[in-house]
């Protein structure tokens, strides 16, 4: 298990439930980025991950 499994498993148990918007989660984002600007590289790649991630099945299928 690598060290920042065990936040993502805090948010699984936390929030495991609820329902999202993509909207809501890029606000979140830019928040964190406003408050972490360090990681500012490594937010916008997971964003650009996440906002890509259907792109797999066409390469694929």
């Known amino acids: 298990m690598y060290f920042t499994d065990r936040g993502i498993e805090e948010l699984v148990d936390r929030r495991g439930e609820e ?4 909207e809501w989660l ?18 916008d790649r997971l964003a650009t991950w996440l906002a890509r991630d259907d792109d797999a099945d066409d390469v694929e299928g």
């Open 19 to 22: 329902q999202v918007s993509v």
């Open 26 to 43: 890029g606000a979140r984002l830019q928040q964190f980025v406003d408050t972490h600007p360090e990681f500012e590289t490594a937010v």
